[in-house]
Nanobody, 126 residues
Framework: QVQLVESGGGLVQPGGSLRLSCAVS????????IRWFRQAPGKEREGVAC????????YYFSSLKGRFTISRDNAKNTVYLQMNNLKPEDTAVYYC???????????????????GGQGTQVTVSS
């Protein structure tokens, strides 16, 4: 059974950092790319980043590159999202989900996915 579980969210002040984790199980690292996306209240889902299987390529979406870094530890079956210099507009629920091994869906802007987690809340506020 494929499962993805996010953790690491919380309340942080503007300019602060958080590292989100996405623990995956039920599949091997070569089967899927893993993406992060976010959704703020009243807004559409927004792609954040995607890392291919087994991790040779990375894609960032919108203007988050430079502040956000996606990485993957296949030995731990975990994908991370390091978020630095957080801003109030980064407040959202952050989700991880599977993608094709080459992240083709994420690159094409296709938000549908096969498997995803329940999300972790990130709130940036003073």
């Amino acid at each position: 059974q494929v499962q993805l579980v996010e953790s690491g969210g919380g309340l942080v002040q503007p300019g602060g950092s958080l590292r989100l984790s996405c623990a995956v199980s039920g599949f091997t690292s070569k089967d899927y790319g893993i993406r992060w996306f976010r959704q703020a209240p009243g807004k559409e889902r927004e792609g954040v980043a995607c890392i291919t299987s087994p991790g040779g390529s990375i894609y960032y979406f919108s203007s988050l590159k430079g502040r956000f870094t996606i990485s993957r530890d296949n030995a731990k079956n975990t994908v991370y999202l390091q978020m630095n210099n957080l801003k109030p507009e980064d407040t959202a629920v952050y989700y991880c989900a599977t993608d094709s091994p080459g992240c083709s869906r994420a690159v094409a802007g296709i938000m549908e996915y096969d498997y995803g987690g329940q999300g972790t809340q990130v709130t940036v506020s003073s």
